[in-house]
């Protein structure tokens, strides 16, 4: 597609439950990218995908947090058993190779609320 | 390991003023400094960034960064506001160009007024 899409843009769940967001990266990038915004806080990094290599997963804050990716396409963030301290904008994004350098496009991001 | 300082997470300024938005960097190498701006509902974009070359860089819609070592700053700035630049900018860094992850700072929402 011609940006990052990711769905949806908008999600509000019950403490407990377990959510799914997804991320369309641009065709043909490589690398995507999950990052986490809190209120009032810096852009944190989740996890890396870098085409068949394994991902970087050195960002998650806990093992309720899990993310997949098929290949280049799709990848999708999942978060079980949901905490209010989840409650965040998280964004997706690509880029053509691994590198900061290559420069990053973001998607718009999912703002989750967990009540 | 390398973090950014933002200060201030709001300014305002008047269209047609000076736009200085602050940033500080800490690396033990020498950085790769980005800005991104992001518009209401809209993903990150890249206004510009540093990669050791020139340390004056200039970006997309009028925007330029100083890099500075001995002030570990890369400040963004606009000679002349506008309405449209109304905005939320993030700082970021990154230890080398080959880095799979950048830091960013807590951002700085740009308010411009009448």
Not at chain 2, 26 to 39: I, T
Not at chain 2, 56 to 67: D, H, T
Request: hydrophobic share 30%.
């Amino acid at each position: 597609g011609a940006g990052v899409s990711q769905s949806p843009s908008n999600k509000v769940t019950e403490k407990g439950k377990d959510v799914e967001l997804r991320c369309d990266p641009i065709s043909g990038h490589t690398a995507l990218y999950w990052y986490r915004q809190r209120l009032g806080q810096g852009l944190e990094f989740l996890i890396y995908f870098q085409g068949n290599s394994a991902p970087d997963k050195s960002g998650l804050p806990s093992d309720r947090f899990s993310a997949e990716r098929t290949g280049e396409s799709v990848s999708t963030l999942t978060i079980q058993r949901t905490q209010q301290e989840d409650s965040a904008v998280y964004l997706c994004a690509s880029s053509l190779e691994g590198r900061v350098n290559s420069g990053y496009t973001f998607g718009s991001g999912t703002r989750l609320t967990v009540v | 390991a390398q973090s950014v300082t933002q200060l201030g997470s709001h300014v305002s300024v008047s269209e047609g003023a000076l736009v200085l938005l602050r940033c500080n960097y800490s690396s033990s190498v020498p950085p790769y400094l980005f800005w991104y701006v992001q518009y209401p509902n809209q993903g990150l974009q890249l206004l510009l960034k540093y990669t050791s070359a020139a340390t004056l860089v200039k970006g997309i819609n009028g925007f330029e960064a100083e890099f500075k070592k001995s002030e570990t700053s890369f400040h963004l700035t606009k000679p002349s506001a506008h309405m449209s630049d109304a905005a939320e900018y993030f700082c970021a860094v990154s230890e080398d160009g080959t880095a799979s992850k950048l830091t960013f700072g807590t951002g700085t929402r740009l308010q411009v007024t009448l």
